[in-house]
């Protein structure tokens, strides 16, 4: 049974920085692009960023570009997000997903965590 679990998500002030982590199991972890999406109430899931199966490659979505940093750890199954420079806008449940392809589109992920979440106050 796969599983993804997020964990670090909280709450900061605008400026600060804060870690998710994601831990993979269930499934064999390098064979799968980890991605990362956030939801904030009323709106439609939005693209983060992705981390290619070495993690070699990232690509983000433009709104946190240059703040975000996606990295894995292959031999734990693990993924992070780390999340500079935060903004009020920011705050969103983030979820990290597994794709076979590293598209970035919802969609095309199999396997979701349940999410944390991360609010952003002024």
């Known amino acids: 049974q796969v599983q993804l679990v997020e964990s670090g998500g909280g709450l900061v002030q605008a400026g600060a920085s804060l870690r998710l982590s994601c831990a993979a199991s269930?499934?064999?972890?390098?064979?799968?692009?980890m991605g990362w999406f956030r939801q904030a109430p009323g709106t439609e899931r939005e693209f983060v960023g992705v981390?290619?199966?070495?993690?070699?490659?990232?690509y983000y979505g433009d709104s946190v570009r240059g703040r975000f940093t996606i990295s894995r750890d292959n031999a734990n199954n693990m993924v992070y997000l780390q999340m500079n420079s935060l903004k009020r806008e920011d705050t969103a449940v983030y979820y990290c997903?597994?794709?076979?392809?590293?598209?970035?589109?919802?969609?095309?992920?199999?396997?979701w965590g349940q999410g944390t979440q991360v609010t952003v106050s002024s």
């Open positions: 981390i290619s199966r070495s993690g070699t490659s990232t």
């Open positions: 269930g499934l064999t972890f390098s064979d799968y692009a």
């Open positions: 997903a597994a794709n076979l392809r590293g598209t970035t589109t919802p969609r095309g992920y199999e396997y």
